[in-house]
T-cell receptor, first 111, second 113 residues
């Protein structure tokens, strides 16, 4: 069993829909990251969170430490949101770059 | 402020050769981490450097090595290339080794033939 599981693997939505991507993990963590990767490879860090909820524009990320679960929500989705979304967890111990990654969720938003 | 810069962007090498990839972090960032991304294994942590010291290393063979210079620029080297080393290699920089956001470069796509 992978230490970080994401669901769904693939997601197709119509423009304007509310989207949820889930991430469950089995290890102790210091922080959880949500990353966005567009075709071509570059990665953008969307959120880093260790508790509660964060919001940035149309994106919301939540984490429940007790249940070892996080969700990424996209409100009013747009075709430009089409990308792969990756969940990653880290346990610092003085090495925050040492992350365990999920396999990613490929999102396609149709106009 | 310039972002994380990785060079070269694309690279084609032959089995048995060696390769060096470069990563220039955001100015002021002292921590650099390296990752390998393949279709089969996804993203995997290679190593992390802070102030020229390797802080941690992932589960990769000794053919994979790296270093960090006094200006925080980092290089990673892969010797005796194998076909399976074909991947996108990404680096990320951060201000510190704990609790500061990661900033990723666009990666170097390595093809081994």
């Amino acid at each position: 069993k992978n230490e970080v599981e994401q669901s769904p693997q693939n997601l197709t939505a119509q423009e304007g829909e509310f989207i949820t991507i889930n991430c469950s993990y089995s290890v102790g963590i210091s922080a959880l990251h949500w990353l966005q990767q567009h075709p071509g490879g570059g990665i953008v860090s969307l959120f880093m969170l260790s508790s509660g909820k964060k919001k940035h524009g149309r994106l919301i990320a939540t984490i429940n430490i007790q249940e070892k679960h996080s969700s990424l929500h996209i409100t009013a989705s747009h075709p430009r949101d089409s990308a792969v979304y990756i969940c990653a967890v880290g346990n610092y111990g003085g090495s925050q770059g040492n992350l365990i990654f999920g396999k990613g969720t490929k999102l396609s938003v149709k106009p | 402020k310039a972002g994380v810069t990785q060079t070269p962007r694309y690279l084609i090498k032959t089995r048995g050769q060696q390769v060096t990839l470069s990563c220039s972090p955001i100015s002021g960032h002292r921590s650099v981490s390296w990752y390998q991304q393949t279709p089969g294994q996804g993203l995997q942590f290679l190593f992390e450097y802070f102030s020229e010291t390797q802080r941690n290393k992932g589960n990769f063979p000794g053919r994979f090595s790296g270093r960090q210079f006094s200006n925080s620029r980092s290089e990673m080297n892969v010797s005796t290339l194998e076909l399976g080393d074909s991947a996108l290699y990404l680096c990320a920089s951060s201000l510190r080794v704990d609790g500061s956001p990661l900033h990723f470069g666009n990666g170097t796509r390595l093809t081994v033939t």
